[in-house]
């Protein structure tokens, strides 16, 4: 079947009768119903009731009509990223990133992106859980990596998830534990916590105090902060401790690195996009990220 007798079911479902379909593609009525019928001969099942003044759409003629409409609009979409591949991308990608995690990967993944599609102008913006999660879900950035459970939630974003977060306690070198190994999850019910608030990451903000909740405890929290860099002077000044995925850390002085175990808290790291947006610089970078890592 040729992508020509879609277009001419699809017309004459629309215009309600294969004379004015006839008319909209510039051919004559008889050979819409010609191929309207070799269709169905093909298909093997009716795709209209002809039985009254108006043929009417069957039932599953009707389902056949609206995978019609998306094989259409799926082909049309394949001839214009095939189009910008053919003759150079343009255009913008919009990346929003939430901390040092990605500054780890990413630098790779750029130098290939701009040196692949030089034309294309890179936009990115560095900002909390909470507002990257915003920009996503009305389309004002592209692509954006942060927690999955701050946007997992929404049906128009479709997430690809990088890696699961190992997570571990950070205490200052004075601090008592700063020879330990590894902590359990319940023992934290002793310690004053430093956390990010609920600013930063409302999902994330949640997701915490369950954990707390389900290890066994209340937790004590001495401060919520807005920023990673935050988090760590104070945990460096021997204020709190905190629990921290190890990826994002660095060779921070003063901080002493202990693995958690038995616990609730856990952590996906994701890429996602909104899946409503067509650019196709997204697929080409989110492709280049997963083929690259």
């Known amino acids: 079947m040729d992508f020509r007798k879609l277009e001419y079911f699809i017309a004459a479902v629309e215009h309600g009768s294969f004379t004015k379909a006839a008319q ?13 019928a070799a269709m169905e001969q093909e298909l093997d099942f009716l795709l209209f009731d ?40 343009s255009g913008s990608l919009r990346i929003g990133i939430s901390g040092p995690v990605e500054k780890r990967f990413l630098p790779e993944v750029l130098s ?3 040196a692949w599609h030089p034309e294309a102008n890179l936009e990115l913006c560095e900002l909390s859980f909470r507002k990257l999660s915003e920009k996503i879900r009305n389309s004002e950035i592209d692509i954006m990596f942060g927690l999955a459970n701050e946007i997992e939630i929404y049906p128009q974003i479709e997430i690809t998830t990088l890696f ?19 902590v359990y999850g319940n023992e934290l019910k002793s310690e004053k916590l430093i956390i990010f608030s609920k600013t ?20 004590n929290i001495l401060k919520e902060v807005d920023n990673f860099d935050e988090l760590i002077l104070l945990v460096s000044a021997n204020k709190g401790v ?29 890429m996602a996009r909104n899946k409503n947006e067509k650019n196709p610089l997204i697929d080409e970078f989110m492709k280049l990220l997963i083929d690259t890592n």
């Open 24 to 36: 909209v593609c510039f051919v004559s009525q008889t050979a819409m119903s010609q191929q309207i």
């Open 200 to 219: 930063y990451g409302p999902k994330y903000h949640e997701s915490f105090f369950k954990s707390c909740e389900l290890d066994g405890f209340e937790p």
């Open 112 to 114: 290939k992106f701009v």
């Open 164 to 182: 699961t977060s190992t997570l571990c306690v950070i205490v200052s070198t004075s601090h008592p534990w700063h020879d330990r190994a590894e």
């Open 50 to 89: 002809r039985s009254s003044y108006r043929p009417t759409l069957t039932r599953a003629g009707k389902a056949f009509y609206e995978s019609s409409k998306q094989i259409i609009a799926d082909y049309q979409q394949a001839v214009e990223k095939a189009k910008a591949l053919n003759n150079g991308f």
């Open 242 to 270: 905190a629990i921290i995925s190890e990826e994002v850390l660095t060779e921070a002085s003063g901080i002493h690195q202990i693995k958690l175990k038995e616990t609730h808290h856990h952590s996906e790291f994701c």
